[in-house]
T-cell receptor, first 115, second 114 residues
Framework: DVKVTQSSRYLVKRTGEKVFLECVQD?????MFWYRQDPGLGLRLIYF???????EKGDIPEGYSVSREKKERFSLILESASTNQTSMYLC??????????????FGSGTRLTVV | GNSVTQMEGPVTLSEEAFLTINCTYT??????LFWYVQYPGEGLQLLLK?????DKGSNKGFEATYRKETTSFHLEKGSVQVSDSAVYFC?????????????FGTGTQLKVEL
């Protein structure tokens, strides 16, 4: 089975800190995604990547950046954490660039609290 | 743009009751459709999918049929169990020049009681 591993299940950070959320997948997937999940809002796409060193903005990129130096790793960076970034963060990967018939494999999520 | 609309939750049912969670979509073209499930404290897992009109996806007793004429993909299960308590997300995927981004609904929480 494909595994998507997020490095932390729970994180507590202070306002203004630079925060790194790490995600690793082990099945050579081209595509990787970062979402945040908030009650009543569902999943919102922050950034995604189709290849190494490639990134594209999703629906809510403000306050975030990403890094993909290796195919298996996709990092989400909160440049200066704020309390409104308290959320559940979900990483996902998928195999196919086109076709649309493949779903995603998700990690278990990182619940980030900014105090 | 593409969008997915799900029924509001929470849905509360007794064990062995019949489940329907409604999902309708708006999309230009012919999307693939998915249902994901999220158990408490976990990430999302793919439950079932359908890639063309009239396809039926099924898994773990859950079913959903891709209805192009009504742009719907309703999730059903004949007899729910307490272990089915989770949040269910409907999603669509349209292949574009930029790849296969999923568009999700807001999720429907299901609570099954004894």
């Amino acid at each position: 089975d494909v595994k998507v591993t997020q490095s932390s299940r729970y994180l507590v950070k202070r306002t203004g800190e630079k925060v790194f959320l790490e995600c690793v997948q082990d099945m050579d997937h081209e595509n990787m995604f970062w979402y945040r999940q908030d009650p009543g809002l569902g999943l919102r796409l922050i950034y995604f990547s189709y290849d190494v060193k490639m990134k594209e903005k999703g629906d809510i990129p403000e306050g975030y950046s990403v890094s993909r130096e290796k195919k298996e790793r996709f990092s989400l960076i909160l440049e200066s954490a704020s309390t409104n970034q308290t959320s559940m963060y979900l990483c996902a990967s998928s195999l196919s660039r086109t076709g649309g018939t493949y779903g995603y494999t998700f990690g278990s999520g990182t619940r980030l609290t900014v105090v | 743009g593409n969008s997915v609309t799900q029924m509001e939750g929470p849905v509360t049912l007794s064990e062995e009751a019949f489940l329907t969670i409604n999902c309708t979509y708006t999309a230009t073209g012919y999307p693939s459709l998915f249902w994901y499930v999220q158990y408490p404290g976990e990430g999302l897992q793919l439950l079932l999918k359908a890639t063309k009109a009239d396809d039926k996806g099924s898994n773990k007793g859950f079913e959903a049929t891709y209805r192009k004429e009504t742009t719907s993909f309703h999730l059903e299960k004949g007899s729910v169990q307490v272990s089915d308590s989770a949040v269910y997300f409907c999603a669509l995927n349209l292949p574009t020049g930029g790849g296969n981004k999923l568009t999700f609904g807001t999720g429907t929480q299901l609570k099954v009681e004894l």
